[in-house]
């Protein structure tokens, strides 16, 4: 059973990934009110980044955003980059992904793929199959707040929280993105049709 803190704790991280639009800055003090009643392995990171959002001036803070995730690959919020490359086997995966939500019964919107770390956050708010996939992707969480790291990016501690939020990564995991950190993700190129739709999630 999802302990009853879990889908407000996706849901923040979810908020403090997203692109620092106005409707998502409204939702920073909704968020900060929110932290004391998590786990403190998972608030306080997210505190972190909560805090830096609002002290932060609009205009920087999203020029920053868009240079660490829209031209970084290393920093990418979409899943399945790290384990597919940009290959046919991520046309495949991506079709998987699509199809946990529609088994859920909610729909990906916004134009963003189904592996979009924001969005699988909020379907793990409202469904146990995104916990799944947030497992079954360790290793691209662990890859990406080891490139955040690196960046000295205030983000890493958004993606350190949803990690905190996870079963601890087995020796097999960490070996495995070990491996990928060393060689990089498959590099074949193909032109890849878009699966959609992600941002935030919506009930049918």
């Known amino acids: 059973m999802t302990p009853n803190w879990r889908p407000i704790a996706a849901r923040a991280a979810s908020l403090l990934l997203r692109?620092?639009?106005?409707?998502?800055?409204?939702?920073v003090p909704i968020i900060s009110e929110a932290l004391p009643a998590l786990p403190a392995a998972v608030a306080e990171p997210l505190h972190v980044v909560a805090g830096h959002r609002s002290t932060t001036e609009t205009g920087p803070l999203r020029t920053a955003y868009v240079e660490l995730f829209d031209f970084r690959r290393r920093a990418s919020l979409h899943l399945t980059?790290?384990?597919?490359?940009?290959?046919?086997?991520?046309?495949?995966?991506?079709?998987?992904?699509?199809?946990?939500?529609?088994?859920?019964?909610?729909?990906?919107?916004d134009g963003e793929l189904p592996d979009y770390l924001p969005a699988v956050l909020d379907l793990a708010a409202e469904h146990e199959?995104?916990?799944?996939l947030l497992r079954d992707n360790r290793i691209g969480l662990d890859l990406l707040t080891a490139s955040l790291e690196k960046d000295g990016s205030?983000?890493?501690?958004?993606?350190?929280a949803v990690r905190a939020m996870l079963p601890p990564a087995s020796p097999r995991d960490?070996?495995?993105a070990a491996s990928l950190a060393r060689s990089g993700p498959p590099a074949e190129q193909?032109?890849?049709?878009?699966?959609?739709?992600?941002?935030t999630s919506g009930r049918r």
């Open 81 to 109: 980059y790290y384990t597919c490359g940009d290959t046919r086997k991520r046309g495949e995966a991506l079709a998987d992904f699509a199809a946990i939500y529609k088994h859920a019964g909610l729909e990906i919107i």
């Open 154 to 160: 205030v983000y890493r501690h958004a993606v350190d």
């Open 19 to 27: 692109y620092p639009d106005d409707a998502v800055l409204s939702a």
């Open 129 to 132: 199959s995104g916990w799944q």
């Open 174 to 176: 960490l070996a495995a």
């Open 190 to 199: 193909v032109g890849l049709e878009p699966f959609g739709l992600v941002n």
